[in-house]
């Protein structure tokens, strides 16, 4: 009975270290493989996977038994030619040696996605995963550090914002609390993890050629968005004008003042940008969209559900004056049913256009899952 201990490297870390060809097999080629890849990285961790089969190998022929250790690391430039690669290297050892088992060495999760690769050719008795022990002590951690502080990338990420924090914490401590300080530090911190995380230093370095493009394109959502951009500033502007000082513990209703005096310029700002985007689709391929179409009733509905429930908790507070039309006044319940159902009837006027829309472009459906599917 014959069996294969084999080390797995699904990431191919051993073939860029030392350029061997795949699979190395036998005790003597894998033992001197140890050494060139260990002089080449130290650091590496598939060292470790090389020793543990190789003392695997060394237990299994103490106890009387036949085994083979050998190594397969996936060359490809993608994971699909890689796991290929591996498939293919693990039938050459079959046929070398036609063992009647296995036993799978890897060192990382990644690594562990091979097991099926080999369980499909031949039994697989065990799947060793090396993990490596860390020292604990002060020259550990300052090699870490050493590390850590040689990335630029973590450098710009992490020490940045760090420094700017513990610039401004001085200045935030002489001026206010040490509440305020540490709210402001927090806020800076956070705000740059965002930055980070959301990707918004992407999206800003994409930013110039994205415009450059739509304006040597001729774009007229290039105007439309400048525009929405100042309707939405004068719509904040005049939401925060329109909050009066009320009790400390009231919360609600600045909230509900800065909505009900906001959301008719930032609908107007939404309907503006969607308008602009609406010509350009209706220029370049001399139809609308259906999403497209769907948007400003979706603006306009959302509006007025937004204004409405903002206007009828301030009418109940007696911050906002009744409703009167034709001398009847509306009460504010009364109110709220009538915005939430105007919203309504706007969305489903919206859809029924869209339909009416795709239904005069048969190919619309299609072109939609089309532009849905493409990267």
């Known amino acids: 009975m014959t069996t294969l201990v084999l080390c797995v490297d699904r990431a191919d870390d051993i073939g860029r270290t030392v ?28 060292v470790n996977c090389l020793l543990e089969a190789l003392r695997v190998t060394r237990d ?21 030619n890689a796991d290929r690669s591996v498939a293919a290297q693990v039938d050459d050892l079959l046929d070398r040696y036609a063992p009647d088992s296995a036993i799978i060495v890897t060192d990382s999760a990644d690594d562990e996605r091979l097991v099926p690769i080999v369980e499909s050719r031949l039994p697989v008795d065990s799947v060793d995963r090396v993990v490596v022990r860390q020292a604990r002590d002060i020259e550990s951690t300052y090699y870490l550090l050493k590390q850590f502080l040689a990335d630029e990338e973590l450098r710009s990420t992490v020490l940045v914002p760090l420094g700017i924090g513990l610039l401004l914490l001085p200045v935030l401590l002489v001026r206010f609390s040490l509440g305020v300080a540490l709210a402001g530090l ?36 290039v105007v439309t968005y400048a525009v929405a951009v100042g309707l939405a500033l004068v719509g904040l502007f005049l939401g925060g004008l329109a909050i009066s000082p009320v009790a400390d513990d009231v919360v609600l209703v600045p909230v509900m003042q800065f909505f009900y ?15 602009g985007r609406l010509l350009d689709e209706l220029i370049d391929a ?77 190919g619309e459906e299609e072109t939609d899952a089309e532009a849905v599917d493409r990267p």
């Open 19 to 46: 350029g061997v060809s795949m699979p190395v097999d036998g005790w003597d080629a894998v033992r001197s493989l140890v050494t060139e890849v260990g002089l080449a990285d130290p650091e590496d961790s598939t």
């Open 60 to 80: 299994l022929r103490s106890a009387d038994e036949e085994a083979v250790v050998a190594v397969v690391s996936g060359a490809g430039d993608t994971a699909v």
């Open 186 to 221: 927090a806020s800076l911190l956070g705000a740059a993890v965002l930055y980070k995380g959301l990707a918004i230093d992407d999206h800003l370095a994409r930013l110039p050629d994205q415009i450059r493009d739509a304006l040597y394109s001729g774009q007229v959502s």
């Open 261 to 275: 005096s906001s959301i008719p310029w930032l609908a107007l700002a939404a309907l503006t940008a969607s308008a």
């Open 286 to 362: 001399d139809r609308i969209p259906r999403p497209y179409l769907n948007l400003p009733f979706g603006v306009i509905a959302l509006g007025l559900v937004v204004r409405g429930f903002a206007g009828y908790f301030l009418e109940r507070e007696d911050v906002l004056a009744h409703l009167q039309v034709a001398s009847v006044t509306i009460q504010p319940t009364e109110r709220l049913a009538l915005f939430v159902v105007t919203a309504i009837v706007v969305s489903l006027v919206g859809v029924r256009i869209a339909a009416k829309v795709a239904h005069d472009y048969p």
